[in-house]
């Protein structure tokens, strides 16, 4: 595995946060496409297949290794900012929705931590991004978010970004129950798997879904408060239809008037 770059960084903002990296000159950093918020005069970006850590492998590794991206949801490609200027220049990266922005130096966590795929943000170059499916393929299916989960590997810098607060765990031998949606990364020491809610009451009435991810063992677990998946839910069931319809917060009254108007 190939050294990652050495870049500095800086936090921006509380509730809306963005990350602004410096690079030293020939110093780049990787990123989602779309992520990028501003960047100073002497960083060029380049569109690349992959993470750039399959150097080595040749067309067809380099295609292998980055089409296992589109599994996951996500582009074929990442974007590539390197500093071609001279002195330090900074690019500024941000989520599309409001939450927290992880800083992990993955030199100190054992080089490789686990996120949920839509948890990634940016990482210093050499950083290895790939996809880790759960061992239990059918518990993944049903377990919605937990199925696919990104793998980080490297040396160097990564950021992940959550919804809410973030909740940092130390589990020593521990065990956690989360409700899928609401993990956000674990370290390498973390076993995780996905079991099915105790109790046909609880299951159907209880709103917390049908199943629960556990995750057991030593190292750190990153939470947390508001899953975007959620939120998005929240935002539907409130927003007012399109056509025209009733504005009564989707209640069954509406909704039976739109049937008989057509409009459903």
Request: charged share 20%; net charge negative.
């Amino acid at each position: 595995m190939m050294r990652c770059h050495e870049i500095d960084y800086e936090i921006l903002g509380a509730s809306m946060q963005m990350v602004e990296v410096e690079l030293d000159p020939q110093e780049t950093v990787i990123a989602e496409a779309g992520a990028m918020n501003y960047m100073e005069d002497g960083v060029e970006f380049e569109t690349k297949m992959g993470d750039g850590s399959e150097a080595e492998q040749g067309f067809m590794g380099k295609l292998f290794s980055a089409g296992k991206r589109v599994i996951t949801g996500e582009s074929l490609f990442m974007t590539h900012f390197t500093n071609h200027g001279y002195g330090k220049k900074r690019v500024a990266f941000a989520s599309p929705f409001p939450g927290t922005i992880i800083p992990v130096n993955m030199a100190q966590v054992g080089e490789e931590i686990t996120c949920q795929k839509d948890a990634f943000l940016c990482a210093a170059l050499g950083t290895k991004i790939d996809i880790a499916f759960n061992k239990k393929l059918g518990a993944g299916f049903f377990g919605g978010e937990g199925f696919i989960l990104e793998r980080l590997q490297g040396d160097g810098m990564a950021f992940i970004h959550a919804g809410g607060t973030v909740i940092e765990k130390e589990l020593n031998g521990e065990t956690l129950r989360v409700d899928t949606g609401c993990i956000v990364g674990f370290t390498g020491g973390i076993e995780y798997d996905i079991q099915m809610t105790k109790g046909l009451r609880s299951m159907f009435f209880g709103g917390e879904g049908l199943f629960l991810a556990t995750l057991s063992g030593h190292g750190k677990v990153w939470l947390q408060s508001l899953p975007f998946s959620r939120l998005a839910d929240r935002i539907i069931q409130h927003a007012p239809q399109m056509g025209g319809s009733r504005q009564g917060e989707g209640s069954v009254l509406g909704g039976i008037g739109d049937m008989l108007d057509g409009k459903n």
